[in-house]
């Protein structure tokens, strides 16, 4: 079975558009972003939308390579670490944005401003190294394809 290079290229997309606009609100310092509801907004919907974006071509990966079963979404990235694809430091640092994730999607009355505003300094690294891990593993599905990358 192949990878569906159609599918990852698409959320690969919409993770590019979610960390672009990230980084535009990495540019307000605390007291503005406690200020701006509507940026506490737009932090926590892309940062929701590109976890998942990262979740779903981590489990599209797994099935298609037949890597395992992951008992729950955090387990993904687990599973990768385990056959080699991904750093174990990285996998659970990936692992605790699902929680973060699930946090946002299930207690979205109870979020913490100044942890949102923390995760917005510092994980949108992550989240732009699993974009160029997909990038990686696309390529050399494209060159085992015998196709030019793009």
Known sequence: MTLNVKSIRLRLRKLEQYITELEKQQELDLE???????AQLAVERALQAA????????SHLISTYGLGQPETQRDLFQVLARLGYLDHEY???MSDMVSLRNRLVHL????????????????????????????ELLAAEDEAQGEEPG
């Open 91 to 93: 996998a659970d640092a």
């Open 51 to 58: 976890i998942e974006c990262c979740s779903d071509i981590a």
């Open 108 to 135: 979205y009355w109870d979020v913490d401003v100044e942890r949102i505003y923390s995760y917005l300094l510092t994980d949108v690294a992550l989240l732009k190294d699993f974009r160029d891990f997909a990038l």
């Open 32 to 38: 503005e972003f406690r200020d701006d509801f509507t």
